[in-house]
C-alpha cells in the first residue's frame, strides 16, 4: 500500500490535490512538483514526455501505486504514450491518470450553445487535446482555444494581481471570447489558472460559467476508486500528505501556502 501520486509542473496540481483531499481527506497523498523547469507550457512534446515520465518513475519508486497528472500540459503531451507504452514495461498493476479526459466528459452537458472556449498553456492548445476528447464525448461542440503564455509565470512569481498582470489575462480572455460571442462555458485548461478565476468572473458576461478542474477531477478520482476496487485496496489510508519539489523547499513553502492554505513542509528532490 502507498500514497496516491499527484504530479505538476509546479504549483497548479496544488489546486487539484486540494480539492481531492475534501473528497477523499482519508487516503494518503505524495505532491511532486518539478518546479525547477516550469513551467512546461511552451516546451516540446519529447521534453514533457522525458520530465513527465521522470517525475511518475520517482513516485512509483515511492511507494505510490496511482499517480494523477494534474497538469494539463502534462496530460496532453505525455500520459497517453506513458499508458500505452511504459506502464507495460515499468510497473504493469500501477495506474497513471490525467486531468483533461474528466473535464471533457462532462463540458457539453454545460453549454447551452454549444460553444465551449478553452484557456490553456500553449503546450496545451498545441496538442489539441481538448478539441479531441470533446468531440467523443460531445460531437455537436465547437471548441475555441486561446493560448495564455504569460499566465503561468505570472501566477508563480506572484504578479498575476498587478495592473500588467490583469492586463496580459483580460487581453487573452477577450482575444477567445472574441472568437464567437455564444460562447458561454469557458474551462480553464491549466491547473494555475483557478487562482485568477474570480478575476476572470468579473471581467466575462455573466451568462458564461467557468470551469475550473478541481472538483471534477475529485469527483472522477472517487469514482475510480469505487469501481477499481483492487486499486483503491492498495491505496494506504492515514489522512496524511507529503510534498516534494526540485527547487528549494523554502522557497516551494513560501508560495504553496497561497494555493491551499495551510501550511506547507516539503522536501527537495532531484530529477534526471
Not at 501505486?65 to 506513458?82: F, G, Q
Not at 472568437?179 to 489558472?193: A, E, K, N, R
Request: net charge negative; aromatic share 8%; hydrophobic share 35%.
Amino acid at each position: 500500500m502507498g500514497p496516491i501520486g499527484v504530479f505538476d509542473s509546479g504549483y497548479g496540481g496544488l489546486t487539484i490535490l486540494s480539492d481531492i483531499r475534501k473528497r477523499l481527506p482519508e487516503y494518503d497523498f505524495l505532491y511532486l512538483g518539478d518546479n525547477a523547469r516550469a513551467p512546461y507550457g511552451t516546451r516540446s512534446f519529447d521534453i514533457v514526455y522525458e520530465f513527465t515520465l521522470e517525475a511518475v518513475n520517482e513516485l512509483f519508486n515511492r511507494g505510490c501505486e496511482l499517480v494523477i497528472l494534474a497538469c494539463n500540459t502534462a496530460s496532453a503531451k505525455a500520459l497517453r504514450t506513458i499508458q500505452q507504452n511504459d506502464l507495460i514495461k515499468i510497473a504493469p498493476d500501477k495506474r497513471v491518470l490525467g486531468v483533461i479526459r474528466p473535464s471533457t466528459e462532462i463540458i457539453g452537458d454545460l453549454s447551452k450553445t454549444n460553444k465551449v472556449g478553452i484557456l490553456a498553456t500553449q503546450g496545451t492548445v498545441s496538442s489539441l487535446s481538448y478539441p479531441i476528447e470533446i468531440a467523443k464525448f460531445s460531437p455537436g461542440t465547437k471548441v475555441y482555444q486561446q493560448a495564455c503564455p504569460m499566465w503561468v509565470p505570472l501566477i508563480e512569481t506572484n504578479k498575476y494581481d498587478s495592473e500588467a498582470g490583469r492586463e496580459f489575462i483580460k487581453e487573452d480572455v477577450d482575444k477567445l471570447l472574441g472568437q464567437d460571442p455564444d460562447i458561454d462555458v469557458l474551462i480553464l485548461g491549466c491547473t494555475h489558472y483557478p487562482i485568477v478565476i474570480d478575476y476572470i468572473r468579473s471581467i466575462v458576461p455573466k451568462n458564461v460559467e467557468i470551469v475550473s478542474q478541481g472538483n471534477i477531477v475529485a469527483e472522477r478520482l472517487e469514482d475510480y476508486l469505487k469501481r477499481h476496487p483492487e486499486m483503491n485496496e492498495r491505496c494506504s489510508k492515514k489522512g496524511s500528505v507529503r510534498y516534494l519539489t526540485t527547487e528549494s523547499a523554502e522557497e516551494f513553502d513560501g508560495n504553496a501556502a497561497a494555493y491551499i492554505g495551510e501550511a506547507v513542509h516539503s522536501t527537495h528532490i532531484k530529477l534526471g
